[in-house]
């Protein structure tokens, strides 16, 4: 039919293509990405390594007072200043250890965006005409700007910290399963509505952390095209309708953005509730069996 056809021409006539966000879990060749733009699996091995002496580092201290108190020694001192001379090396080394971690993980991070950078540079600069003529300029400002600020800051964080906190849940848990292995059935018991949480909370996050990044390029695009044609603009007084558009675009972003710390605040109270059965088995368990663990 004649509508049909206007329509089929309209659709093959359209310059500009609506922007595409991804659907699904993040795919394992991304995460392969970005741990070779890191280096060579034996230093992504040595970052793991060194995530776990940060935990050491922090630690030690508290494990050497915990021997002082039972009365053991680590290399045969006996005096109060001794110890507290050797609690103070161990200190310091344990922020040496510290300071290491973060340092070379900052460095190998940074290497991997200034990688990725380059990359996607190449890519945007090689592409023809045509992409710039259907793609928006704020729509390309937003991904150079606010997706490489992500893996710039965001992800080498999180990947650091992460990794960090996964070596600390180790050497906690093997603590106390040491010192307390019946908090071990506890353990397994809440571990499944962990699981469930976290998995909840990282689908949801992940598609709102999308559509975020999606409608921030409206946004971009709006104010762009207003000041490159402000003059037009002021001329035939349409500037109420171009505020009006940014606006609209602004408020859509910030439900978004409003919607992931909702997230958070929906995981974090329901981890916390568990961290706290955790806690309190971990407590039962010290009462009704006072004799199973030492004072100390």
Known sequence: SGEGANVKVATVARMTLDEEKEEGAVTLQTLWYYLRCLGSWPRVLLLSFLCWTYNVGEISPDIYL???????????ESGTYTRIL??????????????????????HEIKAGRLTHQRILRRVIGCPISFFD???????????????????????????VGCICFMSLLNYTAVVIVVCPYLLVGIVLLLPLVVLIAEVQRRSMREGLRFWALTKSPMFHVMEETLAGVTTVLAFGRSDVFLTRFEDAVEANAAWAYTKDLINQWSEQRLHVVGALIVGSLAAVLCAYPAMVPPS
Not at 66 to 76: D, K
Not at 86 to 107: D, K, M, R, S, Y
Request: hydrophobic content about 45%; aromatic content about 14%.
């Open 134 to 160: 259907a793609t928006p300029a704020g729509r390309i400002m937003n991904r150079m700007g606010e997706d490489l600020m992500r893996i710039d800051w965001t992800l080498s964080q999180q990947v650091e």
């Open 66 to 76: 915990a021997f002082w108190r039972e009365g053991y020694s680590l290399f045969g």
């Open 86 to 107: 050797v609690w103070g090396c161990i200190g310091a080394f344990g922020v040496f250890l510290n300071i290491n971690c973060q340092t070379v993980c900052g460095v």
